[in-house]
């Protein structure tokens, strides 16, 4: 193959380097795009920018929040130091549209195509996303490892038996 490159034009290598660094380029963009779950408080931090608050939750875990733009982007880590939830806020408590959502789920893909499985989520062999309203009505966007969206169902449904017990 290195034969056949050396004995191309010069026009030919040119669109070869263009070519090259094109696919490069969309590889490093695809790579930095679907690296947020799964990314160390670290890797977050060179993405987000500064912590600008740390809570606990009432499980133990910690959450970690952060502003660019016009987001707050809450995490939270998982038992190995990586990135298991995002949640997504307008920083101005507005609404995101449709096309917000979209773009967060393809910045999230990795490349597999979404199911939607209700009106209101999505997911992939790996990872979940979904919205809801906060507490004061605020619109949130969370994306999730599958592996703690289904430990999230698996406690909203023991809840939900508790609470009808006696019935």
């Given at each position: 193959?290195?034969?056949?490159?050396?004995?191309?034009?010069?026009?030919?290598?040119?669109?070869?380097?263009?070519?090259?660094?094109?696919?490069a380029?969309?590889?490093?963009?695809?790579?930095?795009?679907?690296?947020?779950?799964?990314?160390?408080?670290?890797?977050?931090?060179?993405?987000?920018?500064?912590?600008?608050?740390?809570?606990?939750?009432?499980?133990?875990?910690?959450?970690?929040?952060?502003a660019?733009?016009?987001?707050?982007?809450?995490?939270?880590?998982d038992?190995?130091?990586?990135?298991?939830?995002?949640v997504?806020?307008?920083?101005?408590?507005?609404?995101?549209?449709?096309?917000?959502?979209?773009?967060?789920?393809?910045?999230?893909?990795?490349?597999?195509?979404?199911?939607?499985?209700?009106?209101?989520?999505?997911?992939?062999s790996?990872?979940?996303?979904?919205?809801?309203?906060d507490?004061?009505?605020?619109?949130?966007?969370?994306?999730?490892?599958?592996?703690?969206?289904?430990?999230?169902?698996?406690?909203?449904?023991?809840?939900?038996?508790?609470a009808?017990?006696?019935?």
């Amino acid at each position: 193959m290195l034969t056949i490159l050396a004995a191309r034009s010069e026009e030919s290598d040119d669109t070869m380097k263009r070519t090259l660094t094109a696919i490069a380029t969309a590889l490093a963009l695809m790579s930095a795009a679907h690296a947020r779950i799964g990314e160390t408080l670290d890797e977050s931090i060179a993405r987000y920018g500064a912590i600008i608050a740390q809570t606990t939750a009432p499980d133990g875990g910690q959450f970690y929040t952060f502003a660019k733009g016009r987001y707050s982007i809450i995490i939270e880590l998982d038992e190995h130091g990586r990135t298991s939830v995002i949640v997504y806020r307008k920083s101005d408590n507005s609404d995101m549209s449709d096309d917000e959502k979209q773009n967060f789920r393809d910045a999230e893909s990795g490349g597999e195509n979404w199911t939607q499985s209700t009106w209101r989520i999505w997911q992939t062999s790996r990872i979940a996303a979904f919205y809801e309203l906060d507490p004061q009505g605020h619109d949130m966007f969370i994306i999730m490892t599958m592996e703690r969206a289904v430990a999230e169902t698996e406690k909203a449904k023991a809840a939900q038996k508790d609470a009808q017990k006696g019935f």
